[in-house]
């Protein structure tokens, strides 16, 4: 059989960022990758770019052509939007397969979604995979990571492929079947969330100093540079550090001061708080990531509440700088206690048996939020009990929260907005508190609904004599 004729390992339908740049990285693997796009008028320019890799490539001009060149059990894996172009393709794709196939969306969708495919293509005999990958471009083309939800027998065909092209910590590859149906989706959805918390108490720190001490960008990039040799040292960390001293060409000036401040979402911190609050979990940093993101989108409202009500920002001391710097370790570690107590919930929710540490440690490298801090998590998560209380937490986050408090302090007396680190404290506060304030609220409930309370010192549901109402 010629080179040319060779059949294909893996298919990649979706030459836009993402799939492109995993189809480069499969080639380079030596693996032979089956290529389509909606657009066809792609497939040439990419073969261009992909120069001696596109040896290992084999494109399709159509879906027929594109599945003709897979070999059997056939593995096709979609790079797309979710969601309705996901269902669509499905519908095409799903005529031309054979049972024992195997289809994976590698795009960042709805758990649900996932959950209802699966079981909508249970009849036919396909192996439908939510695999979520994270890393972005140059994680998909050097070493993502990646986590696989399906079942164990598309494990077994997917796993020698996907250990090739994955990032790997320490020689490790950071990718691992985290469990079936829709955990892969649903662990890269709250990996988003952790994202979202992340950068945006980066970005309020950024803003305290650009509008609460008049610090220029490339001094509060220098900062992050420094951060990043520290306990901070992960990727948003370097990114943070790298995006505040590119310079833009057209004015020389720093290129984030010429950036509009609103935030794109696609969908995924904003499910991680749907699914955090149908879990009856606490995702508060998350939440307000998504609700600072909101905020962001609202220019006009903003402008005009500029002028109406008055920026009113006062100045705010940056203290020593390694007061912000520990105020983000402390936000950061809460972060993650809560993504990771949202994981442990839809795990018994869902019966997915996730391995929390094993999900912790494949993003040691090739994700968006891999960072230093996930070691000591890594730790707690191995011991049973609280996750908050597991250690090293404890200690962690007691050494850090008192600078977490000044900035927040600092912010609000300034009326600089905090709303993720202030999140972060709010949920310290609460838990570390035996007795908080929730007996009115259920004083509240039983005064004006009879809903019952329980007493400190008596067991069984009770009511008040409230007078009257
Ligand atoms: N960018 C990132 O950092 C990351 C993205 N993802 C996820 O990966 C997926 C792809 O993202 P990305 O590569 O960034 O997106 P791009 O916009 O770069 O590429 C989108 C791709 O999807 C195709 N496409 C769009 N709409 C349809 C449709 N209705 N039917 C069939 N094909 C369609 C496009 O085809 P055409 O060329 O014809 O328009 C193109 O090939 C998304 O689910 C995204 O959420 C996951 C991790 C990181
Ligand atoms: O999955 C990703 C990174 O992990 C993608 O970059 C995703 O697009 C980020 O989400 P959003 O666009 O909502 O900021």
Redesign the pocket.
């Given at each position: 059989m010629s080179q040319a004729q060779e059949p294909a390992q893996i298919g990649i339908?979706?030459?836009?960022?993402?799939?492109?740049?995993l189809a480069l990285n499969l080639a380079e693997q030596g693996i032979r990758v089956a290529i389509t796009?909606?657009?066809s008028d792609?497939i040439a320019p990419f073969l261009d770019r992909a120069g001696a890799l596109a040896g290992q490539m084999v494109p399709a001009d159509t879906l027929a052509e594109f599945v003709a060149a897979l070999a059997s059990p056939r593995i096709v894996l979609?790079?797309?939007?979710?969601g309705?172009?996901?269902d669509?393709?499905l519908a095409e794709i799903v005529p031309l397969l054979a049972p024992g196939d195997i289809v994976i969306?590698?795009?960042?969708?709805d758990f649900n979604d996932t959950r209802r495919r699966t079981r909508e293509l249970a009849p036919t005999g396909l192996h439908f995979t939510g695999m979520?990958?994270?890393?972005?471009?140059a994680?998909?083309r050097h070493g993502?990571s990646i986590m696989v939800g399906g079942s164990k027998s598309a494990w077994t065909a997917l796993e020698p492929i996907l250990t090739r092209i994955a990032a790997r910590y320490e020689g490790t590859p950071c990718v691992a079947r985290v469990g079936p149906d829709g955990a892969g989706h649903f662990v890269?959805t709250v990996h988003n969330g952790i994202e979202y918390a992340d950068m945006q108490m980066i970005a309020e720190i950024y803003g305290l100093l650009r509008d609460g001490a008049g610090w220029e960008a490339p001094r509060i990039g220098a900062l992050f540079a420094d951060w990043d040799r520290g306990p901070l040292h992960g990727f948003l960390t370097e990114v943070t550090a790298k995006t505040l001293v590119a310079r833009d060409p057209a004015t020389g000036r720093p290129l984030v001061d010429a950036i509009c401040d609103r935030a794109g979402q696609?969908g995924?911190g904003r499910w991680t708080v749907i699914e955090a609050l149908k879990l009856g979990q606490a995702a508060g940093v998350i939440g307000a990531a998504v609700d600072a993101r909101v905020w962001s989108a609202q220019a006009g409202l903003r402008q005009c509440a500029e002028e109406r009500l008055s920026p009113g920002a006062g100045s705010f001391d940056p203290l020593p700088a390694g007061a912000l710097e520990q105020a983000l370790i402390a936000g950061r570690l809460v972060t993650l206690v809560q993504g990771f107590e949202e994981l442990a919930a839809a795990s018994g929710e869902f019966s997915w048996e996730l391995d929390l540490a094993g999900i912790a440690r494949i993003w040691r490298a090739g994700c968006?939020i891999r960072s230093d801090l996930l070691h000591p998590l890594i730790g707690a998560l191995g011991q049973a009990g609280p996750l908050p209380l597991a250690h090293p937490l404890p200690a962690l986050l007691a050494a850090n929260v008192a600078p977490l408090r000044r900035v927040v302090a600092g912010a609000v007396g300034a009326g600089l907005p905090v709303p993720a680190l202030a999140a972060a404290l709010g949920w310290y506060d609460s838990i570390r508190r035996a007795r908080g304030s929730a007996n009115l609220i259920q004083a509240q409930r039983d005064f004006f609904g009879a809903h019952g309370f329980a007493r400190i010192d008596s067991p069984g549901s009770h009511h008040g004599d409230w007078g009257e109402r």
């Open positions: 339908y979706g030459l836009g960022t993402m799939g492109s740049a796009n909606r657009d792609w979609f790079m797309i939007p979710s309705a172009p996901m669509a393709m969306d590698a795009g960042n969708a979520g990958v994270s890393g972005g471009e994680g998909a993502p890269k696609k995924t968006i």
